[in-house]
C-alpha cells in the first residue's frame, strides 16, 4: 500500500514571497548568473550553475564569497564517477589548489570533450539532505540545467547582514528551504487562469484548461473529453509533454502514439481526463533529453544516460495532477497506463486509483531498446 506524500507546507502568507524568489533564482542561474543561498545554523553559499562555469565567473565567485569553490554533484553522479556512493542528495568536491572550469565541465557533464582532468579531487564528502550545497544542485536542476553547481561559502566579513550584503553585490538571497518546497509549493498554488472548446481529430467535444502557479511558471494543461462527472472514478492519463514524440512524431519513443491512443480510447469510453504535464524527458527537460539521446548513441540505455548525467532515472512529480484533478473534482480515477509508478506517485498523492488501464502500442525498430528497457528495468507491464 501507497504511503500517502507527507509535506510540511510553506505558510499560505509566505507562497508569493517564497515562490517569487525561487523563481527569480532560476532566472539567475539560466542567465548564468550566481546566487546566494542560505540554510540552517546561518550557513550561506554563493552558487553558480556548473553548466556557467568558466575561468571569469569562478574568479568572480570566489572573489565575491572570499572562499575557495566546490563542485557539488548529485550523489548518483557522484557515484557513477565513483567518487562516492549513492546516498544523500548530493557531494562536495574540492580541489587543491583550485577548482578551475575544466574540471567543472569533466565532473558535471559526460559529454564534455574534455578528455580527463587534469588533477583529481582532494576532499569528497556528502552534502546533508537540507544543506545549502544540496539546494544548490536542487536549483539546477529545476532551472532544467545539468544536476551540478559550483559553490563557495560566504566569508566575507562584511557579510553578517545577509539580505544587505546580497543587495550591495546585486545578488538574489534566497532560503533553502524554499528550493525544496519549491516543487510542492507551486502545485499547490496551481489554479484555471483559461479554458476553451478545442475540437480535436476524433474527439469534437474537448475541453482544454490550463493551470499556471502562483509565479507565473509553466503551465500544465487538463484535456477533458467529454462529460465525465465526478464523484464517479474517471478514466485518467497522466501524459508527461514530449516536444519530440508529440508533435515532431520521434520515432525513439513511444508518446505520440499514446497521446493519441489516449484521446481514441477515453473517447471510446463515453469520456475522461488527458492531463498534459509539463515535464519533458521524465522530468529533466528538452535540452537534458537531447544530452540523453546522445549517451543513449554512445550505448547507455535510456534509464542509464539519465543517471550519467546524474538524475535519478525517472524525476516527474504527480502532485501537479493531484491538484488538478481535486479542483475538477475529482479523488477517484482509473489511470490508463503501464506504468506501476504513476499508480504509486498518485497514490501517494492522496487520489484513490480504482484501477490500472492497460495502454500499449506496437514498438518500431528506432525504439525496441527503449520500450524492452522500460518493461526490464523500469517495472513498465508491456
Not at 525561487?22 to 540552517?40: I, S
Not at 467535444?205 to 509553466?218: K, Q, S, T, Y
Not at 492531463?275 to 535510456?302: C, H, M, P, S, W
Request: proline share 6%.
Amino acid at each position: 500500500m501507497s504511503r500517502l506524500l507527507q509535506v510540511v507546507p510553506v505558510p499560505a502568507s509566505r507562497e508569493p514571497v517564497s515562490l517569487r524568489a525561487v523563481e527569480r533564482a532560476l532566472a539567475d542561474l539560466r542567465r548564468g548568473r550566481p546566487v546566494a543561498l542560505t540554510g540552517g545554523g546561518g550557513t550561506a553559499v554563493l552558487a553558480l550553475a556548473a553548466e556557467a562555469a568558466t575561468a571569469e565567473s569562478l574568479c568572480q565567485l570566489a572573489g565575491t564569497a572570499m572562499a575557495e569553490p566546490a563542485l557539488v554533484l548529485t550523489a548518483r553522479r557522484a557515484a557513477i564517477l565513483g567518487l562516492t556512493r549513492i546516498g544523500l542528495r548530493a557531494a562536495v568536491v574540492s580541489f587543491d589548489p583550485r577548482l578551475s572550469a575544466e574540471m567543472v565541465h569533466a565532473l558535471a557533464d559526460p559529454l564534455s570533450p574534455t578528455p580527463e582532468m587534469p588533477l583529481g579531487p582532494s576532499d569528497v564528502s556528502e552534502a546533508a539532505a537540507y544543506s545549502c550545497e544540496s539546494a544548490s544542485v536542487l536549483l539546477a536542476k529545476t532551472a532544467r540545467l545539468l544536476p551540478a553547481a559550483v559553490v563557495a561559502p560566504i566569508h566575507d566579513p562584511d557579510a553578517d547582514d545577509l539580505a544587505k550584503w546580497a543587495s550591495r553585490h546585486d545578488l538574489l538571497l534566497v532560503d533553502a528551504g524554499d528550493v525544496f518546497q519549491y516543487d510542492f509549493t507551486a502545485a499547490r498554488t496551481l489554479k484555471p487562469v483559461s479554458e476553451a472548446r478545442v475540437p480535436l481529430l476524433g474527439a469534437e467535444n474537448a475541453r482544454i484548461i490550463a493551470f499556471r502557479p502562483l509565479d507565473g511558471g509553466l503551465e500544465h494543461l487538463a484535456v477533458v473529453l467529454g462529460e465525465p462527472r465526478p464523484p464517479g472514478a474517471v478514466l485518467t492519463r497522466l501524459h508527461s509533454e514530449c516536444f519530440t514524440g508529440d508533435l515532431l512524431g520521434s520515432l525513439r519513443c513511444d508518446c505520440g502514439d499514446q497521446l493519441r491512443g489516449a484521446i481514441r480510447e477515453i473517447c471510446a469510453a463515453g469520456g475522461g481526463l488527458l492531463l498534459y504535464l509539463a515535464q519533458e524527458g521524465r522530468g529533466i527537460g528538452l535540452v537534458n533529453k537531447l544530452r540523453a539521446y546522445e549517451l543513449q548513441d554512445r550505448g547507455f540505455d535510456t534509464l542509464e544516460a539519465n543517471e550519467q548525467l546524474g538524475f535519478d532515472a525517472d524525476e516527474r512529480v504527480y502532485v501537479p495532477a493531484a491538484q488538478m484533478l481535486r479542483h475538477l473534482g475529482f479523488e477517484r480515477v482509473r489511470l490508463l497506463t503501464n506504468n506501476p509508478g504513476k499508480v504509486d506517485g498518485l497514490a501517494r498523492c492522496g487520489i484513490l486509483v480504482e484501477e490500472r488501464v492497460p495502454h500499449a502500442f506496437p514498438t518500431n525498430r528506432h525504439n525496441e531498446i527503449y520500450m524492452r528497457t522500460k518493461a526490464g528495468r523500469g517495472g513498465h507491464l508491456l
